[in-house]
C-alpha cells in the first residue's frame, strides 16, 4: 500500500518568517495530494491541494510544489502569523478515493 | 452549506455497550468515510462508501459496523468495543469524481471514551 513519510514532526518559526513542510509518497499512481490544518478539537480542514498534472499551486501565502519524478510534494507558508499554529498533515490519494496521511507536523508560530 | 455535522461530541461508553456514531452532510456528495484517530497520530481510514454502498473496509473488527442509510446520513454501530478503540472518530464526505480523488471535508469528530 501507499506510503507518505512526512519531515518535520515539529517545527517552530518567527512570526513573519516561512516554514517549509515536506512529504514523499511510494504509490506512482497517486494522483492528488491534499494538505490539511487541524487545530486543537476539531477535524483536518483541507488548505490546499495538487493534482498530479500540475507542478505548483499557490493561494495568498500558501503554496505547495509536486516533484512527480522524486515522488516529493512541499507546502510552503510565507508570513507566518501565530494563527497558523496547528498539525498540517499532507496525503496522497489514488483513483480510489483513499487517503494516506503522513503522520504530521506540529508548526508553532512564535508571536 | 460545506459541513459536515458528527454526533455526539463526546460519547464515554463501557465494553459491554451498543452505540452509534452519526454523520450527516447536505454538499450532495456521494462518497463517506469514517476514519480513526489516535492522540498525536495522522486519521486512518476505516470504512468508504460510495453511493450509499460500501466500497471499501480497510480489515476494520466487526465490533464496528458502518451503515449508510441514504445519501446524507452515514452511520457507525458500536459493540463490545475495547479500551484502546478509545480514539478521535472523523466522518469526512466528498464528491465521486471518476479517474480522480477529490477533497475531503471532515467533520469536528466524536471522541470516544471505552471504559
Known amino acids: 500500500g501507499e506510503n507518505v513519510e512526512q519531515h518535520p514532526s515539529t517545527l517552530s518559526v518567527q512570526e513573519g518568517d516561512s516554514a517549509v513542510i515536506k512529504c514523499t509518497y511510494s504509490?506512482?499512481?497517486?494522483?492528488?495530494f491534499p494538505w490539511y490544518k487541524q487545530e486543537l478539537g476539531k477535524g483536518p480542514q483541507l488548505i490546499i491541494d495538487?493534482?498530479?498534472?500540475?507542478g505548483e499551486k499557490k493561494d495568498q501565502r500558501i503554496a505547495v510544489t509536486l516533484n512527480k519524478t522524486a515522488k516529493h510534494f512541499s507546502l510552503h507558508i510565507t508570513e507566518t502569523q501565530p494563527e497558523d499554529s496547528a498539525v498540517y498533515f499532507c496525503?496522497?490519494?489514488?483513483?480510489?478515493?483513499?487517503?494516506?496521511f503522513g503522520d504530521g507536523t506540529t508548526l508553532t508560530v512564535k508571536p | 452549506d460545506t459541513e459536515v455535522t458528527q454526533t455526539p461530541k463526546h460519547l464515554v461508553m463501557g465494553m459491554t455497550n451498543k452505540k452509534s456514531l452519526k454523520c450527516e452532510q447536505h454538499?450532495?456528495?456521494?462518497?463517506m468515510y469514517w476514519y480513526k484517530q489516535k492522540a498525536k497520530k495522522p486519521p486512518e481510514l476505516m470504512f468508504v462508501?460510495?453511493?450509499?454502498?460500501?466500497?471499501i473496509n480497510e480489515s476494520v473488527p466487526s465490533r464496528f459496523s458502518p451503515e449508510c442509510p441514504n445519501s446524507s446520513l452515514l452511520n457507525l454501530h458500536l459493540h463490545a468495543l475495547q479500551p484502546e478503540d478509545s480514539a478521535l472518530y472523523l466522518c469526512?464526505?466528498?464528491?465521486?469524481?471518476?479517474?480522480?480523488?477529490?477533497?475531503?471535508?471532515f467533520g469536528q469528530g466524536t471522541r470516544l471514551t471505552v471504559v
Open positions: 469526512a464526505s466528498s464528491q465521486v469524481r471518476s479517474g480522480a480523488s477529490t477533497e475531503a471535508f
Open positions: 504509490d506512482s499512481a497517486s494522483n492528488y
Open positions: 495538487i493534482r498530479s498534472n500540475v
Open positions: 496525503g496522497s490519494g489514488t483513483n480510489a478515493g483513499k487517503s494516506t
Open positions: 454538499m450532495g456528495h456521494r462518497a
Open positions: 462508501y460510495s453511493y450509499e454502498k460500501l466500497s
